[in-house]
């Protein structure tokens, strides 16, 4: 259906544009083999529909675990700067790079244990246009909350979570509510995810602080998803921070923020890297020696 869509779409477009033999001319076909507009407007009227249902244009890859991890391996250990350093000698100069608005909720400056390079899944949450619940007993209150829960803003995304997945969540950065707290955060750690990228809010974050789960994230927010927002979709490219995410994407984070990798660049990107990465170490455990500071994790 899709294709089908696109190729229906261009022949409009160069209808507008194309001119047909005039009847006669050399080459042009007889008026009687000529169909009908009314025949014509019968033929596009169920891609017209097509439209009008919603059309997504930007195809979500898969990948197996395994080529996902062989990725990873390649971006272990590597910082933001060095993949963005990666990124402009690929020819994606200011491509990927998330908002420095985007920050980490806390920072390990002796292990580093905030840092993390994952494979994107990806959701989004939309401000809901449905009416709050309203003065009501405290069990329907409960039962409301529960149901918008299930049917309307459902973690529907957990189940393709795996070790190594990075979730990243596009979200409504003006509403006032958190999506990510400090119980759903450890359920997404169990499933392999490795951190949380989002543009907009989260909750509960003492808490994710002290569980130590990589979270980035703009503001805190303090509502439930009920009365607030709705899913959206799961797994479908997303912007975060001004940078698009197509599930399958490397994400990496640390102190300097966010840079989103396109999976068709990454093997790439990581390459040139892990040079740049390598040869900072080498001068820097050079001038520790000099100054007499001990070495750190950040120089071995």
Known sequence: MRKATLLFLSLVLAGGC?????????GAPPETESPAPQALA?????????LRSGLNLIPTPVYTEEEDR???????????ADVVDGMDAVGLQGIGLVSPEIRPLWRDTEHYAHRFVGIAVTARYVPTHKPPAGPRPEAEFDQWVGQWYSRIAPETFTAVLRKGAALVIEGSENVDVGPIGSNNILAWKLKGCVGVVTNATARDTDEIAAEKVPLY???PGRGIRPGRVELESVNRPVVCGGALVVPGDVIAADGDGVVVVPRAKAEEVARYARKILEGDKRGRRGLYEKLGMPPDESVR
Request: charged fraction near 25%; avoid cysteine; glycine fraction near 6%.
């Open 42 to 50: 019968a033929a596009a009227r169920p891609e017209v529909d097509a």
């Open 217 to 219: 994230f703009r503001q």
């Open 18 to 26: 194309a001119r047909a033999p005039s009847a006669g001319a050399p």
């Open 70 to 80: 062989k990725i990873l391996d390649l971006f272990n250990g590597l910082r933001v």
